[in-house]
């Protein structure tokens, strides 16, 4: 029976089970006003700071991860390497973690390095948001029409691969161990125990990338969101319950540690080249 | 007080208009108190659907300057003052009239969710649910199906063609209910991802933002779907753990 405005109306009982199961209402007419939207309010901005954020960072690293010199200070009594730097792989760095490149590097230590937290940050669900949002306009805000005619989603390469976010989180984990202990080692000067301005930048970036890593959703997942029953997984439900506290704010640590990273290395750079002293506290 | 300008669109599948009116501003009310004064005063045959006027029963479902909103929850201070109101049917779904909308999709998808399969009971003839077991499924029962999530996630919104494999994030948070719960036996994942849609997903958090129960749609249901589709498909070193240490689930790969 067909009543006005196209409703159907449908009596569903065993005497008539063809009516069971009705295929999906597709189609049909939409209502409202055929326009991209009808928000006021400035939707854009958020998107568009997003993406000058993202976009500076990106050419800031370009430069830091080329320009292969003054990202280690050493000649000042200090044991500062950059971030961006570390942990330095290749026989021609100025300070070498582990020569494990060898000789035949001869580009920049920092490239090799940068692909695993470059790709933590790519597949990030956070980023994902972002750079979706702000480059792909898909979609540029909620409730805009995106521009794009037809979509997949993450169901196609090369989008899918944001799948293997946990396997860059395994080695985001390694790095910030890596940076925890550049932190400590920021604490040597020359034969002594001391600490400069530039440790306690050391000290807050480490805090940073743990804070970062620590609230990423694929961490809550593996440290006990994969459990159904967490009665019988108590440890692993503590850990839930605490990376849970952390992962509301991923965002705000996505972009915290995003900011300190390069001011971390700028530093390493200014007090490198000479062109500041690194104030000692004691 | 000033008037009021209130915009709302009026049509149907033949199409509609914008009505523009203007009426007194009360204290205290919500949009859906003035869209009932219009509906009292000026326009008898204006068709609006709502039911408890206090934000659960997710009949007011509306999009309010361009936002989904529960027109119920949306008090009218709170909008820009000296602008007009304006007041649109949900846009993804198919207009009946006025601000009615059929919302049957939604409904239609929620039957293909495979449902719930208990494990066998205990020897004592129960099942034991402590509350750590329990309290992580409360948050998805909150929901009310006002569809605001469905309405404004943009992979049917922009595109109508992807509601043949896209069940959306209210479907997400069933499922993502139903994968969690300790007593289930199903398992969704391959379901989520052939035929689904989650990988159309792509965390733009538009349907948190608009929940009006404010459940966290994507951090809470849609990314712990999607690592446990991971843990199913892309992880070898989790896969060999569930093979190992692990009884699979019974894989649901067919909607019903």
Known sequence: MILRYGIKLVTVTKSNPENVGTKVSLGGVRGGPDVKTLRKDIWWLPQVASGIGLALFVIYATWTAFRNGNYYDGAHGRDYLSPFYSPCLASNCTYKTASVLGTWWKLSPALPILIFPAGFRATCYYYRKAYYKSYWLSPPACGVAEPHKTYSGETKLPLILNNIHRYFWYFAVVFAIILTWDAVAAFRFGNSVGMGLGTLVFIVNAALIWLYTLSCHACRHLCGGHVDQFSKAKIRHWFWKKVSVLNPHHMLFAWLSLVWIGVTDFYVYLVASGTIHDPRFF | ?256
């Not at chain 2, 009218?76 to 049957?104: A, C, H, M, Y």
């Not at chain 2, 004592?124 to 998805?140: I, K, L």
């Not at chain 2, 052939?194 to 404010?214: D, S």
């Not at chain 2, 994507?218 to 712990?224: G, M, S």
């Open chain 2, 1 to 256: 007080m000033a008037d009021l300008v209130v915009r709302l669109w009026r049509g149907d599948e033949n199409g509609g208009e914008f009505i523009e009116f203007k009426i007194p501003a009360q204290e205290g009310e919500v949009v859906l108190d003035v869209v009932h004064r219009i509906q009292a005063t000026l326009a008898p045959d204006l068709a609006v659907r709502w039911n408890c006027k206090a934000g659960k029963c997710g009949s007011c479902s509306a999009e309010i300057n361009g936002r989904p909103r529960l027109m119920c929850m949306t008090r009218v201070n709170q909008l820009p003052e000296g602008e007009p109101i304006v007041i649109t049917p949900l846009k993804t779904f198919p207009i009946i009239r006025d601000l009615v909308t059929d919302v049957s999709f939604n409904f239609e998808m929620l039957k293909k969710v495979p449902g719930f399969k208990p494990k066998p009971r205990e020897a004592d003839g129960t099942y034991r649910m402590y509350t750590e077991d329990v309290e992580r499924g409360q948050e998805f029962r909150k929901c009310i199906e006002c569809f605001l999530c469905q309405d404004v996630c943009h992979v049917i919104r922009d595109h109508e063609e992807n509601k043949e494999h896209y069940a959306g994030p209210r479907l997400f948070v069933r499922y993502a209910d139903l994968e969690m719960n300790p007593l289930d036996t199903n398992d969704r994942r391959q379901l989520l991802v052939e035929k689904m849609g989650l990988g159309y997903c792509n965390i733009t958090k538009c349907c948190t933002e608009v929940c009006p129960e404010h459940i966290h749609i994507t951090d809470n249901a849609i990314i712990p779907l999607k690592e446990r589709v991971v843990d199913d498909r892309y992880d070898p070193i989790a896969w060999l753990g569930k093979k190992i240490f692990r009884k699979s689930k019974k894989v649901e790969t067919d909607a019903k």
